[in-house]
């Protein structure tokens, strides 16, 4: 069973935006930090960025200054905005707790970013 329901992916010209969310099932978000990862033609597990209990955000280098993360004040639903999108960014986006043993393909079924030139 699902963990967490990642949602909101599309597909994209370059320079456009998206906005992604992530729904906890059975749980809120108020106990652990949260952070949205992605998993490319590479396959590599991507830190993309990091929302902490204590309000402090990170920023992968590849996003800085184009993506922002939130979460409603329920801490039911992060989120994921997304602008300026690149090609580069093309990925399945997975939400997940840094803290968990798993990060990509493991909670949730992610959703996927397309992003063409």
């Known amino acids: 069973e699902v963990v967490v329901v990642e949602s909101g992916g599309g597909s994209v010209q370059a320079g456009g935006s998206l906005r992604l969310s992530c729904t906890a099932n059975g749980f809120t978000f108020d106990s652990y930090d949260m952070s949205w990862y992605r998993q490319g033609p590479g396959n590599e597990c991507e830190l993309v960025s990091s929302l902490r209990i204590d309000g402090t955000t990170f920023y992968g280098d590849p996003v800085k200054d184009r993506f922002t993360i939130s979460q409603d004040n329920a801490k039911k639903t992060m989120f994921l905005q997304m602008n300026g999108l690149k090609p580069e960014d093309t990925g399945v986006y997975y939400c997940?707790?840094?803290?968990?043993?798993?990060?990509?393909?493991?909670w949730g079924r992610g959703t996927q970013v397309s992003v063409s030139s």
């Open positions: 997940a707790s840094p803290g968990w043993m798993e990060h990509c393909a493991y």
